[in-house]
């Protein structure tokens, strides 16, 4: 497979944009034309070839672009990324799965050489070429987490089980939604997701808690979330709120199908081995309305789940101000026509 | 369910008269999965037309892949697990297992450590204690053991001034007393053995102030053996026999009721199944389940829970 | 003065239960003036609390201090400010044996922040106990220069450090101690709601 890696940019004059293969291919979140929170979890990796399911961390057109935009970040906030001291082997675990899968599904673009604890780690498409001590993080220019993690799309949480609970001890996080990591850091699965509504009275986060508990080794999962953004930024932290906050009072109707977008969380679930840390990546994608509406099913199936929301749902993912301009966009391109099964679009949608 | 791997038997060793080392390594020949210290594995056994799956903490060094090590007590008044494993199997011989899981991890944000282990029960701190020197944390441990005949530990545990023998027979008890007093704060304490120590060890803690989340234990997790019972599915009506060194999981197997399981030692809670109909006793005998729950009678862990009554219906 | 009553809130919000006497055990003990009370009720309920409680007493007045010494603890540290008293804190804890118990009593921030401080040092939560007394102010962290505004007592309130208008959150982080604020006019810069007071 030969990808041309995008120059774009995720902030700024926001370049960012989707090919069409990388529309065709985009995790679109609604399997039905209404929606509610659920657990919705599958077995991960897992999916038709070329979809983002295929391989355990997807690597996309978006690859090295993103990682140039994690950079900016953290140079501006070091505290995006943060490991408490006990999660160092934590941090140590999962750049050994993400090298490992890399190297096993991308051949082409990663090569990991392991000798002992002498590895050799090779990324064409950042031109990293580096010999280190698995396990000594004295060999490495970062600590373990921070390392992979900066070459590695999507955010990345680490949990530490102790007490029947789940702890966010560490994590790489500079494309969340409305959470603070350096605020978060240290919490417990449900004190982290507190800010939530309705999910805690509804027992969602029970369910999924008793489900992480009980994810072994040698298996991994993945479940879909969403919200809503204006602008392709992946830096919508609430550190930044002040700065990009005003661009979400922005959208006109003029402008709403190429500046509102929806931003997919694909995220997993793994039982990292020596650690028995659970590493939670978060995976983002980005597409414009219009874009996605080039998928007949999704214009359709996007138009009656936003027009249908739940009023504090739709205020909790934070598109509630440009709720009416999103729903009146979107219903030209619903034609009451049912729609089929699925995420999928249809074969004839291209 | 775990993910399940092939092995073969490569090495069997008497370490005592009543414990014997295994060590398995992949069929394929490819590396194992590495592992936390303090975690098991399950090993399925076809005992005549029985296939068991019993459990085992993990003896061998966490992060070397190229084989797992366990070490089995035998005992005779048991279902028969631990003597299949001592008569039955053999080097060269092909079995199946589960990947690692672990329930009785080591907190890592512990100032030091304490593992006191008793009898058998030794094994997880044997992998614990090789992850303790690689990340270079204070630590110490006691074992007790009440004859040679059964200390395992003898032959498993290195020789350090942090690692302290008690074998009774040979007069040297455990001072529990002594080890919990003057501890900093921070510290974390582990047990595993019989549930006389468990008990010992928390009631100690508890008097000394110790806060409860510092104090973590791992019972014996062989489910024990009792009288034979019947119970009903519920959703068929399908009536199934437990026999007395059968487990109420194994049973449900033997039937074909498709059923989650983990650990098979009533700690994980992956097999707890609710009960709608209850005309007697259940016999919990798992750590998953709490005081509220065996009161109400509404659900029961079969990996480890047996019956005793007249009608008891699963809602499975 | 008597415990704070606060209405239900979300889950990471701390519950102040009320100091409940362990006998004889070796504690740690720290309050503001309006918590002192809380400590000379603990001691009335049972007078065994203090045989081995070091007392660190933080701003409160000669008074106080003296009706605290007549409880006969094992031993009473007092310092004017926070920050001093922090010092006095880290020596009793840096030592201290496993079975010693935190007791806090007064603001949220001094709970919120003496609480964090010796989790740090390794002791369990579950080894702390606190009482709210007195003014309902939050320590408050600003989400976006991470800069602390201590005894907030409205909604919004101006971050002392880099002055943007700040809601208050019921969000808490243990590890900080500390409320969250997030910028209240960050999609429409200059549209600020009416200030309120903070209630319980």
Not at chain 1, 60 to 81: F, G, K, N, P, W
Request: proline share 6%; glycine share 8%.
């Amino acid at each position: 497979m030969t990808l041309q890696f995008n120059d774009e940019t995720f902030r700024g004059d926001y370049t960012f944009h989707n090919s069409p293969h990388a529309v065709r291919r985009f995790p679109f979140p609604f399997d039905r034309d209404s929606y509610m929170y659920s657990v919705n979890i599958e077995q991960h990796p897992g999916g038709a070839a070329g979809t983002p399911f295929e391989f355990a961390f997807d690597v996309d057109e978006h690859y090295v672009s993103e990682m140039r935009d994690r950079a900016i970040t953290l140079a501006e906030d070091a505290q995006r990324c943060q490991s408490l001291p006990h999660m160092e082997l934590a941090g140590w675990d999962l750049l050994e799965l993400i090298m490992v899968s890399k190297a096993r599904d991308y051949p082409h673009w990663f090569e990991l050489t392991r000798d002992g604890n002498a590895w050799r780690w090779i990324n064409k498409p950042m031109g990293v070429d580096d010999s280190f001590t698995f396990l000594d993080a004295s060999t490495l220019p970062y600590g373990p987490l921070e390392y992979i993690t900066r070459q590695a799309q999507g955010d990345f949480a680490l949990l530490n089980e102790r007490d029947g609970n789940l702890w966010l001890d560490a994590g790489m996080i500079t494309s969340q939604a409305d959470w603070s990591l350096d605020f978060d850091v240290g919490m417990n699965f449900f004190e982290w997701h507190a800010p939530v509504p309705k999910a805690g009275k509804m027992g969602v986060f029970d369910k999924a808690l008793k489900f992480l508990l009980a994810v072994n080794q040698g298996q991994s999962y993945r479940r879909l979330n969403w919200t809503m953004t204006v602008n392709p930024r992946l830096d919508t932290s609430p550190e930044n709120y002040h700065k990009w906050g005003p661009e979400k009072r922005s959208i006109t109707p003029d402008n709403v199908g190429q500046r509102q977008f929806l931003r997919v969380e694909l995220q997993t679930f793994w039982r990292l081995p020596r650690s028995n840390a659970l590493a939670f990546p978060i995976r983002c994608y980005l597409a414009s309305l219009e874009d996605l509406c080039t998928q007949p099913k999704w214009g359709r199936r996007l138009h009656r789940v936003l027009r249908d929301i739940d009023p504090d749902l739709a205020d909790y993912k934070g598109f509630a101000v440009n709720q009416p301009t999103i729903v009146d966009y979107l219903s030209n391109f619903d034609d009451g026509a049912p729609t089929s099964q699925g995420i999928y679009p249809d074969a004839s949608g291209a | 369910m775990s993910t399940q791997l092939k092995v073969t038997v490569a090495e069997v060793e008497a370490l005592t008269p009543l414990v014997k080392r295994f060590r398995f390594e992949a069929a394929d020949k490819t590396p194992l999965p590495v592992f936390s210290g303090g975690a098991h594995i399950t090993v399925s056994m076809q005992d005549g037309a029985r296939l068991r799956h019993n459990a085992y903490s993990l003896i061998s060094d966490p992060y070397d892949g190229s084989g797992y090590e366990i070490a089995v007590r035998r005992d005779d008044q048991g279902r028969g697990g631990s003597k299949f494993m001592h008569e039955q199997i053999a080097v060269g011989d092909t079995l199946t297992i589960s990947v690692p899981a672990n329930l009785f991890q080591l907190d890592l944000r512990a100032r030091k450590h304490i593992l006191i282990g008793g009898g058998i029960g030794i094994t997880p701190f044997v992998a614990q204690l090789r992850q303790l020197d690689m990340i270079g944390a204070p630590y110490e441990l006691h074992y007790a053991a009440h004859s040679r005949d059964e200390a395992a530990g003898l032959a498993l545990l290195p020789q350090a001034d942090n690692i302290l023998i008690h074998v009774s027979q040979d007069g040297t008890r455990m001072d529990l007393g002594r080890i919990l007093a003057d501890q900093p704060i921070g510290t974390h304490v582990y047990t595993c053995g019989p549930e006389t120590l468990i008990s010992a060890v928390a009631a100690e803690a508890a008097a000394k102030g110790w806060p409860a989340s510092a104090v973590h234990s791992e019972a014996f997790t062989a489910p024990p053996p009792g009288e034979p019972f019947e119970v009903t599915i519920g959703s068929t009506g399908q009536t199934v026999q437990v026999g007395a060194d059968q487990t109420l999981l194994e049973a449900l197997e033997e039937a074909g009721v498709p059923i989650n399981w983990s650990c098979r030692g009533g700690a994980c809670g992956q097999c707890e199944t609710s009960v709608t109909t209850c005309d007697g006793d259940i016999e919990h005998n798992d750590h998953w389940l709490s005081e509220a729950d065996r009161a109400a009678a509404r659900a029961i862990m079969p990996c480890m829970s047996r019956f005793r009554g007249d009608h008891l219906v699963l809602d499975l | 003065m008597t415990q704070t009553r606060f209405s239900p809130s979300i889950p990471s919000r701390p519950v102040y239960s009320g100091l409940v006497s362990c006998g004889s055990a070796l504690s740690i003990m720290v309050a503001d003036e309006a918590g002192a009370a809380a400590l000379t009720d603990l001691a009335r309920s049972d007078a065994s609390v203090m045989d081995k409680a070091h007392l660190l007493l933080i701003g409160v007045s000669q008074a106080t201090v003296q009706e605290l010494s007549a409880l006969t603890p094992r031993s009473l540290s007092q310092s004017p400010t926070v920050q001093g008293a922090e010092e006095i804190f880290d020596a009793l804890i840096a030592h201290a044996a496993i079975g010693t118990l935190l007791f806090c009593a007064g603001s949220e921030g001094l709970i919120g922040q003496f609480s964090a401080r010796a989790m740090r040092f390794g002791l369990s939560p579950d080894a702390i106990q606190s009482e709210h007394r007195g003014s309902v102010a939050r320590r408050m962290q600003c989400v976006h220069c991470k800069g602390i505004t201590e005894d907030v007592t409205t909604d919004p309130f101006i971050c002392g450090h880099c002055g943007l208008t700040l809601f208050v959150r019921d969000h808490f982080s243990r590890r900080l101690g500390a409320f969250q604020g997030v910028c209240v006019d960050a999609e429409t810069p200059g549209d600020i709601p009416e200030t309120v007071e903070i209630r319980p």
